[in-house]
């Protein structure tokens, strides 16, 4: 996205007229953008070319998903919604591995049928169960087991995964005993060890703590595990600073594991493929001021955009046309909710605004839309993919009548 002529641009649509022609508040995705992300994660850890799952939580657009697939990418699930998504979008089952610490006997049942690559356990129970329903259905089925390697992932402790009080994977005194009970059962293939220590990872050294405990533990139990899926949790620049994951130091490390252990690699990226490929564009309803503070109201909401109510999450916020020569001001943005947390950011000397104005929320491809709720019996943004001078509608906007 940049500014052509003043106006902010997305490929060769300059927002403003997406937001004529589509209303707002409107989530909007770049194509190249999409591909330029798919194609730099590839070329990062080209060497041993590892399986790329797509976490599909992060965004859950069936469009979207199509166009990730077309590159070869698979999906980490982590629900059967999810699972029924990647399924339709067309991937591959064979490239489809599923997460979560509380997968219900329907969720496993439906996944051995599908016949995915993976089922990445997280408990003893959950073992117990995957066995009873292979064994129900006559079936072998595939597994990983995920090891909480107790490292701090050094990012917001609301996205931390991979420590010893964080609900996620097993200890390794539990690994051990899994994996001997897999070696005891006829219905499991136990093919997996995987990890995932956190999301918005910016430094590379607790990816290395993470492969250093990986290695102690496959050492201790002489198991050769076909696969070890690393996890997502690269971390992206939010403010334009390049403050973002060094996968150069990321990729070394990786390479040096692989000397030692000879497995297949898989990564379950979300964040780093789509973030930055959509922005939030909405539309000022009033600007009003309180005391010393200019409040500019406008129709996106926390129920559309969670993250800077949830996680304190700041995005960068835009005017979709640049103003040069009018007066500076200090701004808060907010949505229209009762609720003191609905609040997008804080910005001193903006350009001046005016009411109608429109403003483009920035890097919200992941955990965006696929946050957002219907609070207030808000109906969600359509969402758009922008493909060149071609704009598609990938969801339409919800109505009020799909609501009441
Ligand atoms: N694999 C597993 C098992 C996960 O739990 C997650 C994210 C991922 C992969 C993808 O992580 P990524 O590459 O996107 O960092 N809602 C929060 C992020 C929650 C992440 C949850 N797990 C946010 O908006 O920052």
């Known amino acids: 996205m940049k500014y052509i002529s003043k106006k902010l641009t997305v490929e060769k649509i300059s927002i403003q007229n997406v937001a004529k022609k589509f209303g707002t508040p409107a989530y909007c995705y770049s194509y190249t953008q999409l591909k330029k992300n798919i194609n730099n994660f590839k070329k990062s ?3 041993f070319s590892p399986l790329i799952c797509f976490a599909v939580k992060s965004n859950t657009n069936i469009s979207l998903i199509q166009e990730i697939k077309k590159f070869g990418l698979g999906a980490d699930v982590v629900s059967i919604g999810e699972l029924m998504i990647a399924i339709k979008a067309g991937v591959n089952p064979k490239k489809i591995v599923f997460s979560g610490v509380g997968k219900t006997s329907t969720e496993l049942s439906y996944a051995i049928d599908k016949k995915i690559l993976l089922i990445n356990a997280e408990s003893k129970s959950e073992v117990n169960e995957i066995d009873r329903i292979a064994k129900l259905k006559k079936k072998k089925v595939q597994i990983g087991i995920r090891l909480n390697p107790n490292t701090d992932a050094k990012t917001l402790t609301q996205i931390s995964t991979g420590k010893k009080e964080n609900k996620f994977g097993v200890n390794d005194k539990t690994f051990f005993e899994i994996v001997n009970y897999c070696k005891s059962s006829s219905n499991i293939e136990l093919k997996c060890l995987s990890v995932h220590i956190g999301s918005q990872i910016l430094d590379y050294k607790p990816y290395e703590k993470m492969l250093k405990v990986i290695d102690k533990i496959i050492k201790k139990i002489n198991f050769k595990f076909e696969f070890i899926d690393l996890g997502g949790g690269m971390g992206i620049s939010y403010n334009n600073d390049n403050n973002k994951l060094d996968y150069k130091k990321y990729n070394f490390a990786i390479k040096k594991f692989l000397k030692k252990h000879k497995s297949k690699i898989i990564f379950e ?99 965006g839309m696929s946050l957002s709720s219907n609070y207030n019996v808000r109906p969600k943004p359509v969402e758009l993919l922008i493909k060149g001078s071609k704009i598609k509608v990938i969801r339409k906007r919800q109505k009020h009548k799909d609501l009441i």
Do not use: W
């Not at 701004?331 to 104005?357: A, R």
């Open 269 to 367: 990226p979300g964040r780093s493929i789509i973030a930055n490929t959509g922005s939030l564009i909405s539309k000022i309803i009033y600007i009003k001021k309180n005391g010393k503070k200019n409040f500019v109201i406008l129709d996106a909401a926390m129920n559309d955009l969670m993250r800077p109510a949830l996680y304190g999450a700041i995005h960068r916020t835009l005017p979709s046309i640049k103003k040069n020569n009018v007066l500076k001001k200090n701004y808060e943005f907010v949505g229209p909710i009762c609720e003191s947390t609905d609040k997008f950011t804080s910005l001193k000397n903006f350009q001046e605004l005016k009411e109608k104005d429109i403003i483009v929320i920035c890097d919200v491809g992941a955990y």
């Open 45 to 47: 850890f080209k060497s």
